[in-house]
C-alpha cells in the first residue's frame, strides 16, 4: 500500500533489564513469549531490515503508558527517570541499531506546558534539551535524522514551533535536523478554530504560523509524526481534505501548489497502523483518545480500511506506489517518506 517506514512508540520503562512484554498475544507470536520489550523490538528491527522497511523511535514517555501525565522529557524529583537517564538510553538505542532499519530519533513525543522554547530555563526549555540530547545521539551514531517536536501554545501538544524563528535547534551535525508536529481533527480535542465561523478557512493560517513557514522557508525538514481521524463530525472530513492538501503543497489556498520546482510535498505518519480497539486496562489518556480514531487495519488486523486509504493515497508519492518498497535515506531530504505506526 505505499508505506515504507514504522514509527515505533517505546518508553525508558520498557528499557529497563527487568521489564518483561505481558500484553501480547502469544499463540500468534510464540517467538515472542519471555522476551523483554528491548528484546521485541529487536525482532522489529531486524525483520524490517531485512525487507527494506525503514523506523523512526518515538520516545513517548519515561513510564509505561504515562505520556498525558509528563510534561517534561524528564520526571521532576524522580531518582531514576532523569535527564541523564534519558540522554543515556538514547545513546545506548543509538549504538544498539546503528546500521539498520532505525534512520532517524523522534525525541520526546508531544511536548507540553509548562515545556517552553527559548526561555533559557535549564529546567523547562525544551530546544535546549533537544540539542543535548541530539549532539549526544550524534556523538555516537551521526547518521540518524534527529526529530524534534514543538510545544504547546495555542496548538496540539508538540505542535508549536514558532520559537524556531528566533531560536532554532542547533546540532553538531545540522543538517540531520528535522522539526516534527502532530495535527488532528475535532474529534481528539475541540480546539477553538474548530468552531471558528472561519472554518476550515482559518486553517492555513493556522499551520502556517505554527509551523509551515519552516518549510516554506526552506530552514529545514518539517515531519508531520502524527494525524488522524474517526470520521465521527461532518467537520472531520473537511478538515482530513484540507490537511491533505496542505501537506500536499497548498500553504495558502486551494488548488495553488507552493512548493518550490522539484520539491514533494511535507513526509508524515499516520496514527496508526492499528484498528484502534477500545482501550485495554491501564491505557489511559491521549492516547486512549486516539484509539478510538481506527487506524489502517480493521479490527481482524488484517484487512486494510479502504476508506481511509482513499484520502491517504492523494498524499502518497506516487514513486512509492508504483515500486511498493521503502526508498532508503540517511539523510532529511525533501522526498516523501509514508509512515504507519507500529
Known amino acids: 500500500y505505499g508505506f515504507n517506514v514504522l514509527r ?71 531518582p531514576y527517570y532523569t535527564e541523564e537517564r534519558y540522554i543515556a538510553d538514547w545513546v545506548m538505542l543509538a549504538k544498539r541499531y546503528a546500521n539498520t532499519a532505525v534512520i532517524g530519533a523522534d525525541l520526546w513525543n508531544e511536548p507540553k506546558h509548562p515545556c517552553s522554547w527559548g526561555s533559557g530555563s535549564i529546567n523547562t526549555d525544551w530546544n535546549l534539551a533537544a540539542e543535548r ?26 505542535s ?45 493560517g493556522l499551520w502556517n504560523q505554527h509551523f509551515g513557514f519552516i518549510v516554506q522557508q526552506d530552514i529545514a525538514p518539517v515531519f508531520i509524526g502524527e494525524f488522524g481521524t474517526s470520521f465521527k463530525y461532518p467537520t472531520d472530513s473537511l478538515w482530513f481534505s484540507m490537511w491533505l492538501n496542505y501537506m500536499n503543497g497548498q500553504f495558502t489556498r486551494d488548488g495553488v501548489n507552493d512548493l518550490r520546482v522539484g520539491r514533494t510535498g511535507l513526509s508524515w505518519a499516520f496514527w496508526s497502523v492499528s484498528p484502534g480497539e477500545d482501550c485495554t486496562p491501564g491505557h489511559v489518556g491521549g492516547d486512549c483518545i486516539k484509539a478510538h480514531f481506527g487506524g489502517i487495519l480493521e479490527t481482524d488486523w488484517l484487512a486494510v480500511n479502504h476508506f481511509k486509504m482513499s484520502y491517504l493515497n492523494t498524499a502518497m508519492s506516487q514513486k512509492v506506489l508504483s515500486s511498493g518498497t521503502a526508498t532508503p535515506s540517511k539523510a532529511p531530504t525533501k522526498s516523501r517518506r509514508r509512515t504507519l505506526h507500529h
Open 8 to 78: 515505533i512508540p517505546f518508553s525508558n520503562a520498557m528499557l529497563r533489564m527487568e521489564s518483561l512484554a505481558t500484553t501480547i498475544g502469544f499463540a500468534n507470536n510464540p517467538d515472542l513469549e519471555g522476551l523483554s520489550p528491548l528484546q521485541c523490538m529487536d525482532k522489529i528491527v531486524t525483520y524490517c531490515t531485512a525487507i527494506g522497511m525503514r523506523i523512526i523511535l518515538d520516545r513517548h514517555s519515561s513510564k509505561t503508558e504515562n505520556y498525558f501525565n509528563e510534561s517534561l522529557w524528564y520526571i521532576p524529583g524522580d
Open 160 to 204: 508549536n514551533l514558532q520559537g524556531v524563528a528566533t531560536h532554532p535547534v542547533r546540532l553538531n551535525v545540522p543538517n540531520k535536523l528535522v522539526y516534527s508536529v502532530h495535527e488532528y481533527a475535532d474529534d481528539a480535542f475541540n480546539l477553538t478554530w474548530f468552531s471558528d465561523p472561519a472554518f476550515p478557512g482559518n486553517l492555513r
Open 133 to 158: 540530547v541530539g549532539n549526544a545521539i550524534q556523538a555516537v551514531n551521526p547518521d540518524w535524522l534527529i526529530i524534534v517536536e514543538g510545544v504547546a501554545n495555542n496548538s496540539w501538544w508538540g
